[in-house]
């Protein structure tokens, strides 16, 4: 009543500290055609309810859209971080000489592009390594290696190196006497032995000839005790 007989406008608003010892709203409007006036008391906490409640609304929106903003970005990771712990356990087996991996590219991305390779690739080290094998059955591992990375020359190359041949001593004699068992029990003992001798001094094991065995040193440059 104070402030609306005071005011020069004869209305408005102001705050106050009520008898209960709560704030409250009062807005009042002076009538002075009729020498009286308009009062109305609000408390503080009905004014501004909508607002707290807006302010909850706010928070909780926040915090759902925080939750799942972290929710997507979890997901997104770990369509990243599982493919790439998949290729990286792959790699551990190839490692260790285990060629059969099974790698399917679960997404069209950069990831999945790099799965795609990497089966290729693990695929490819597979055939190589069948072809190294079957190769290694008839001509030296070292040979087959360089045959697979293509360091062999058409045509080949003058070399100064060693050629050996050896024989056994009158085996023709010896296989009239044996039985084709008692041959080859023979000869694969013979040449399991020759051809750790030719493999410990760097040697190049060329052919078998019956019971003959023709070996080379120097001829893919490493030099040994021959």
């Known amino acids: 009543v104070h402030d609306m007989l005071t005011s020069p406008l004869g209305n408005g608003q102001t705050r106050f500290i009520g008898e209960d010892g709560k704030a409250a709203i009062g807005t009042y409007k002076r009538l002075p055609q009729v020498n009286a006036g308009v009062l109305s008391i609000v408390s503080e906490d009905k004014v501004y309810e909508e607002v707290y409640n807006l302010q909850d609304r706010n928070i909780l929106i926040m915090v759902l859209a925080l939750c799942i903003a972290l929710a997507g970005i979890f997901l997104f990771a770990k369509t990243i971080s599982l493919p790439i712990l998949e290729l990286l356990n792959a790699t551990h087996e190839i490692e260790k000489g285990k060629f059969d991996v099974f790698l399917k590219a679960s997404t069209q991305d950069e990831v999945g592009l790099l799965t795609k390779s990497f089966?290729?690739?693990?695929?490819?080290?597979?055939?190589?390594?069948?072809?190294?094998?079957?190769?290694g059955r008839f001509v030296n591992p070292a040979i087959a290696e360089l045959a697979l990375?293509?360091?062999?020359?058409?045509?080949?190359?003058?070399?100064?190196?060693?050629?050996?041949?050896?024989?056994?001593?009158?085996f023709t004699a010896m296989s009239e006497?044996?039985?084709?068992?008692?041959?080859?029990?023979?000869?694969?003992?013979?040449?399991?032995?020759?051809?750790?001798?030719?493999?410990?001094?760097?040697?190049?094991?060329?052919?078998?000839?019956?019971?003959?065995?023709?070996?080379?040193?120097?001829?893919?440059?490493?030099?040994?005790?021959?």
């Open 177 to 226: 006497k044996l039985s084709p068992e008692e041959i080859v029990e023979l000869l694969n003992q013979y040449f399991t032995r020759m051809v750790e001798c030719i493999d410990l001094t760097f040697g190049i094991v060329d052919k078998f000839i019956g019971d003959a065995i023709m070996a080379t040193w120097g001829t893919l440059g490493v030099v040994g005790n021959s």
């Open 119 to 135: 089966a290729k690739m693990g695929n490819g080290l597979k055939e190589r390594e069948r072809i190294k094998d079957a190769l």
């Open 149 to 170: 990375s293509q360091e062999l020359k058409l045509g080949g190359e003058n070399k100064m190196c060693t050629i050996f041949f050896s024989d056994i001593r009158g």
